[in-house]
């Protein structure tokens, strides 16, 4: 089945040590999301691309960064983990570009930081 | 800014009885609206949408009506089930398909 797929499920990382969340998708899409989720609270869009072009939202500080090196794979780097960086981190993806077209979740990756 | 609001949980409910999960929405212009849902071990994945006003999207027995007069988009439900027992997200796209907000998430629990 074709699929969103986030590695590892569980991370678990120390303070101030990089720590790197993969993404790959079989799904052949063009558009790759990432989202934090804290706990009870909602997604927050991080970043996301369009092929190639990389969308950075405004308020998504300096320490996450993100690689795309081809259509299926997505990476999240966190540089310098922080205590208020642990969260679930999410990837999705859609077809076209606009947040109006569904997006398709991979099952999350839950980071704790020591 | 754009933003989404819902009801709070957790919610439970007996099988075969009505659900509602109310979900309120501030935003400018005709912002696209979603329902997401997400069953335990799983990703989110698409409920049901709807891009304009009085739009009713359905999936799977659920339903929410796009009310732009109300700002609304509550999701409904006639008879749930125990495998309806998820997290359900309110979602909006604001006009531009630029940005992108959810909810905070509704637990519901099904018991039989």
């Known amino acids: 089945d074709a699929m969103v797929i986030q590695n590892p499920r569980y991370q678990v990382t120390q303070f101030g040590k990089p720590v790197t969340l993969s993404c790959s998708q079989t799904l052949n899409h063009n558009v790759m999301y990432w989202y934090q989720q804290k706990s009870s609270q909602a997604p927050k869009l991080l970043f996301h691309?369009?092929?190639?072009?990389?969308?950075n939202e405004a308020d998504t500080p300096d320490n996450f960064q993100s690689r795309r090196p081809n259509t299926s794979f997505c990476f999240l780097d966190i540089r310098s983990p922080g205590l208020g960086d642990a969260a679930m981190y999410l990837c999705?993806?859609?077809?076209?570009?606009?947040?109006?077209?569904?997006?398709?979740f991979g099952p999350g990756t839950r980071l704790t930081v020591l | 800014g754009d933003s989404v609001t819902q009801m709070e949980g957790p919610v439970t409910l007996s099988e075969e009885a009505f659900l509602t999960i109310n979900c309120t929405y501030t935003a400018t212009g005709y912002p696209s609206l979603f329902w997401y849902v997400q069953y335990p071990g799983e990703g989110l994945q698409l409920l049901l949408k709807a891009t304009k006003a009085d739009d009713k999207g359905s999936n799977k027995g659920f339903e929410a009506t796009y009310r732009k007069e109300t700002t609304s988009f509550h999701l409904e439900k006639g008879s749930v089930q125990v495998s309806d027992s998820a997290v359900y997200f309110c979602a909006l796209s604001s006009n531009t398909g630029n940005q992108f907000y959810f909810g905070t998430g509704t637990s519901l629990t099904v018991i039989p």
């Open positions: 691309y369009y092929d190639k072009d990389f969308n």
């Open positions: 999705a993806t859609s077809r076209r570009q606009g947040l109006t077209d569904t997006q398709y």
